[in-house]
């Protein structure tokens, strides 16, 4: 199975400020395609999970400028600028290469 | 405007089994790939079955083959996940969730497994 590991466990930003968020996977999550299969998800208290980014960078529909993806192959970064109160909640990422499909075990985002 | 509403929600003891339903509106169910995605209390996130559109392949977590069957009817716009020989450890809020990338989620259902 492909291991996701995020860190950091927990990050409280000052509301403005940016905030970053890492994810490593145990493989290379690019496919014989050229597609990078890697998502992330956000939490919100009491909420159902929701799209942000999928394949690294795509922006979800409905989902605001401020987050954004980078990486390649096995390190990703969600980055998220002029954090908000509404950010508040867990980061996940996921692997979609190969079932089973995994999680990392999620980043608490809290405002200072 | 995607919606998927879970339910079957319940306190089941070990070893007896319950079926979840799922339906779907919004988008044309038929042409998508469905999830089940559980949590159990205050922990993080497990992927544990998806049903291609069709239902030609299905694929399942460990943690659940052999005891979960994921289906679906597509006249219904329902998918259903039918979970037997349930484990303490199979409480959780148990969530559907759409296509390749999880688009859309539903709001989910509480499985209790106790004595």
């Known amino acids: 199975d492909i291991m996701m590991t995020q860190s950091p466990l927990s990050v409280a930003v000052t509301p403005g400020e940016s905030a970053s968020i890492s994810c490593r996977s145990s493989k290379s999550l690019l496919h014989s395609n050229g597609i990078t299969y890697l998502s992330w998800y956000l939490q919100r208290p009491e909420k159902s999970p929701q799209l942000l980014i999928y394949?690294?960078?795509n922006l979800a529909s409905g989902v605001s400028d401020r987050f954004s993806g980078s990486g390649s192959g096995t390190d990703f970064t969600l980055k998220i600028s002029k954090v908000e109160t509404e950010d508040v909640g867990i980061y996940y990422c996921v692997q979609f290469l190969e079932v089973p499909l995994t999680f990392g075990s999620g980043t608490k985002l809290e405002i200072k | 405007e995607v919606q998927l509403v879970e339910s079957g929600e319940g306190l089941v003891q070990p070893g007896s089994s319950m079926k979840l339903s799922c339906v779907a509106s919004?988008?044309?169910?038929?042409?998508?790939?469905m999830n089940w995605i559980r949590q159990a209390p205050k922990k993080g996130l497990e992927w544990i079955a998806l049903i291609y559109y069709d239902s030609s392949s299905k694929y399942y977590a460990d943690s659940v083959k052999g005891r979960f069957t994921i289906s679906r009817d597509n006249s219904k716009n329902t998918l259903y996940l039918e979970m037997n020989s349930l484990r303490s450890e199979d409480t959780a809020m148990y969530y559907c969730a759409t296509g390749s990338y999880f688009d859309y989620w539903g709001q989910g259902v509480m499985v209790t497994v106790s004595s």
């Open positions: 394949q690294i960078s």
């Open positions: 919004g988008f044309t169910f038929s042409n998508y790939g």
